[in-house]
């Protein structure tokens, strides 16, 4: 009897679970997209160390509606010193839902989108460049964040921009490609 009751009220809480899963027809699924490559496929020597290293093009949709602005760092998590980071590009307005392939290597974009220091020494995109072996995975993460600017200047570094995000990001998502040489 105890065992019966027991399963009933499994049953019934695991009911109305899917019932309130059921009603979120309106989750957001953010998305980030490149056309140079599909997601977990291989980046094409054009946007590496071993061809012209330019930036892919990148575009994004369906983020939470209270976004500010956004946030894109691209790292190597494969690197032999642990996670490398090729790209920070940070203050991407919430009006902006792209940037086009060969973004310049400057501080500052188009007079208000900031680049950060990348683990090369280097302002800027500079794509997979790989040691002789196997494939590496290359994030491109973007985030949505509650505020407009992170108060950073140009130039930052990774942990500043992780450090300045903590507290305001509001969804996430990524693309991964993979380079190997």
């Known amino acids: 009897m105890f065992r019966a009751l027991f399963l009933s009220i499994v049953l019934i809480?695991?009911?109305?679970?899917?019932?309130?899963?059921?009603?979120?027809?309106?989750?957001?699924?953010?998305?980030i997209r490149t056309s140079a490559f599909?997601?977990?496929?291989?980046?094409?020597?054009?946007?590496?160390?071993?061809?012209?290293?330019?930036?892919?093009?990148?575009?994004?949709g369906e983020f939470p509606p209270d976004t500010k602005s956004f946030v894109i760092i691209m790292e190597d998590p494969d690197a032999p010193m642990g996670v490398f980071t090729h790209w920070i590009v940070y203050d991407i307005p919430y009006t902006v839902t792209a940037l086009n392939e060969n973004i310049q290597k400057t501080p500052v974009v188009n007079g208000y989108i900031k680049q950060g220091i990348n683990d090369f020494g280097r302002i800027?995109?500079?794509?997979?460049?790989?040691?002789?072996g196997m494939p590496h995975r290359y994030f491109i993460r973007i985030?949505?964040?509650?505020?407009?600017?992170?108060?950073?200047?140009?130039?930052a570094v990774r942990q500043d921009v992780l450090y300045k995000m903590e507290g305001h990001v509001i969804a996430q998502t990524h693309i991964v490609g993979l380079y190997g040489r």
Do not use: E, H, Q
């Open 13 to 31: 809480v695991s009911l109305g679970s899917v019932r309130a899963d059921d009603n979120n027809f309106g989750k957001i699924s953010f998305f």
């Open 38 to 60: 599909m997601d977990n496929g291989f980046i094409p020597k054009k946007y590496t160390c071993d061809g012209m290293n330019v930036s892919p093009d990148l575009f994004w």
């Open 124 to 132: 800027g995109y500079f794509g997979p460049c790989p040691p002789k």
């Open 143 to 155: 985030y949505a964040l509650d505020i407009p600017v992170l108060g950073l200047p140009p130039g």
